[in-house]
């Protein structure tokens, strides 16, 4: 891989880092609070590739300055070759072994130090296409079904809820309610809580919200689990509202045997999906 | 013997693009060209090529990917800046002089000094490179190379918030992490020998001026770590998107079989050392001890470590190095889960 090579991978990669974190690209894969780092990261990069050019352009200048014009002067892409043009592909090859080990084999071979960077490198590529190119989903119903529920009790217990009208609910505060104040708050009132629709293995339908912890490799639903009243199609990943009301009505995660409570469902609407896909409000 | 030579200049300046004009011409396509045609293809294949990716096991995969090199880039480049600041603008007698001339002093000196790298382990395999090529014994860049990513701030504080009701893990993750570290410091000092590690290779920048040998710096090591950071979370993608996470219920019943579960789970899944606390706390139906086991080899040791230390120090070294460091955390966790536990 060549120095110019690096320099288009390099603003590339730069580029790509800046637009995820300058659009809401980057809420599907990483926490809200990453994002002042991704777009420092994707500034240097672009200024390590533009600080390559100029110094590569400077030093092309004071070669030619010094009257010892670069050869290839027409190869004003490659303005570098100052060696025997047919010692490039060995350059980074294992020493022979009589070479005495330590940094000073190289002291003979004053050129030998123009090695250029592993092919591993070429693979930086691939995240950038799947970034700009697909943009991968958030974290959906098939990674919160193949993970076990998070629900964890919260050590500081639960707070009073307004006393009347609906209760609008985020899915982690129904179902912690739900299982461990024993659904006390919660009987009898109407509750309105919104996730992602998911299916378990038999079509068993479930209210899903993802949280991160650090990033969507480590995603981790919350799982309610939905009974009465649905709609006759249940489609994956869509986002719904459900209204309905608490049921005592258990059942234990199959991954993990965390408990998921039920929500006795009355109605559901379509809703949009939130900005942030991953409900930041709870474990950090 | 404390502090090894640096290597000699190499004269002239940086000419790092050394492609040849046969080299560009003939028998390979030069790599911008090669780059703009893949880009190319890839547009044009737009719509089979999204077809193939809408599978549901696709899209994880993908997001997994993608999530993680996202995440980790910015410490990358965090470390990146920090190693290049190493290499250009301390002089190697500031590291003489900070650590003990002993080897055997500056192991722990170092493996404390890993407090004050505010990273995950992305960040420490290019320090601990710069330290290496800036004359530190060996043995203490390593020291600090496996204890910064478990015994900072940051990590601790993540720690303390995933585990609540559990206090003490904190203490033992600081306590066992820094052990293994210290430990393998001084096993590097009496066992290893100086071939097995390459010299972290790179041109020098001497001669050059210290803004051209900053960049050329931070360019060498984005490329070479960032390539290997990109086959770690192809594997760590492939694991959590096929892999059914119900395969370790199994393996928790057993409190042996659970530690050496959760440690080969650390090392294959190669999560962030600021996340695995969490992980850790999720795996509620696996002891302490062996979650413990998970905290301390996940930060020194895994598939995207082992890539990006293979790339930095050559594959004699981590050959030796991270089985090494593998069933040494393993040992140490164990004994200190037991006690503190």
Excluded at chain 2, 163 to 174: D, I, K, S, T, Y
Excluded at chain 2, 240 to 260: E, Y
Aim: glycine share 8%; with cysteine; charged share 15%.
């Amino acid at each position: 891989m060549n120095r110019h090579a690096q320099t288009v991978v390099l603003l590339l990669t730069g580029g790509a880092l800046l637009h995820a974190g300058s659009t809401d690209l980057y809420l599907r894969y990483v926490k809200a609070g990453l994002q002042p780092l991704l777009i420092g990261a994707g500034v240097v990069l672009i200024a390590a590739a533009v600080a390559t050019l100029w110094y590569e352009r400077r030093a092309t200048r004071s070669r030619q300055e010094d009257g010892a014009p670069a050869p290839e002067r027409n190869e004003a892409h490659a303005p570098d070759h100052t060696a025997e043009p047919d010692r490039a592909p060995e350059t980074d090859r294992t020493p022979a072994p009589d070479h005495a080990p330590g940094p000073d084999r190289h002291a003979p071979h004053p050129d030998r130090h123009a090695h250029r960077e592993p092919r591993v490198a070429w693979l930086l590529v691939l995240p950038l296409l799947a970034l700009v190119l697909v943009a991968p989903p958030a974290a959906g119903s098939y990674t919160a079904m193949r993970t076990g529920s998070a629900l964890q009790e919260q050590p500081w217990g639960y707070p009073k809820l307004p006393a009347d009208g609906p209760l609008k609910l985020s899915v982690a505060d129904y179902a912690g309610r739900a299982v461990y104040d024993k659904g006390r708050a919660l009987a009898g009132r109407q509750i309105k809580v919104a996730g992602f629709l998911a299916l378990d293995g038999h079509g068993a339908p479930y209210l899903v919200r993802m949280a991160l912890n650090c990033c969507a490799a480590d995603a981790q639903p919350v799982k309610i689990g939905l009974t009465g009243e649905l709609p006759p199609v249940l489609q994956p990943d869509s986002w719904i509202e459900v209204t309905g009301t608490y049921t005592p009505k258990r059942t234990k995660d199959p991954v993990n045997g965390t408990a998921v409570p039920y929500l006795s469902v009355a109605s559901t609407r379509p809703v949009k999906a939130p900005q942030d896909p991953y409900d930041e409000a709870w474990n950090g | 013997m404390a502090i090894t030579k640096e290597a000699p200049d190499r004269p002239g300046p940086d000419t790092d693009a050394g492609a040849s004009p046969q080299d560009s011409r003939g028998r390979h396509l030069n790599s911008p060209l090669l780059l703009t045609m893949l880009l190319v293809l890839a547009v044009a294949a737009q719509g089979p090529l999204r077809r193939v990716l809408a599978a549901p096991v696709t899209q994880s995969w993908m997001t997994v990917f993608v999530a993680v090199v996202v995440q980790a880039l910015p410490f990358l480049v965090l470390g990146v800046l920090l190693s290049a600041v190493i290499a250009v603008y301390v002089p190697p007698s500031f590291f003489a002089r900070a650590l003990p001339k002993r080897p055997a002093l500056a192991v722990p000196a170092a493996g404390m000094a890993g407090v004050v790298l505010p990273g995950c382990e992305c960040a420490s395999v290019p320090v601990a490179g710069a330290l290496v090529r800036r004359g530190v014994t060996p043995a203490a860049a390593l020291a600090f190379l496996l204890s910064a990513p478990a015994i900072n701030p940051i990590v601790l504080t993540a720690t303390a918030v995933a585990f609540p009701g559990n206090p003490e893990m904190v203490l033992a993750r600081f306590v066992a992490s820094l052990l293994v570290a210290c430990a393998m410091g001084w096993l590097w000092q009496r066992l290893g020998r100086g071939e097995w590690m390459r010299p972290p290779e790179r041109p020098s920048y001497e001669g050059l001026g210290k803004g051209a040998a900053f960049w050329g710096s931070v360019r060498h090591d984005v490329m070479h770590a960032g390539g290997f950071l990109v086959v770690g979370a192809m594997a760590a993608a492939t694991l959590k998107a096929v892999v059914p996470a119900s395969w370790l219920n199994a393996a928790a019943d057993n409190p042996l079989v659970a530690i050496l579960a959760l440690a080969v789970l650390a090392v294959l899944l190669s999560i962030c050392s600021e996340a695995d606390a969490f992980v850790a706390a999720s795996l509620t139906q696996f002891s302490l001890t062996s979650r413990l086991a998970f905290l301390v080899v996940g930060p020194m040791i895994d598939l995207k470590l082992f890539a990006m230390q293979t790339a930095t120090f050559g594959r004699a070294f981590a050959l030796r190095f991270a089985p090494a460091t593998f069933a040494l955390a393993i040992l140490v966790s164990a004994l200190v889960g037991t006690v503190l536990l």
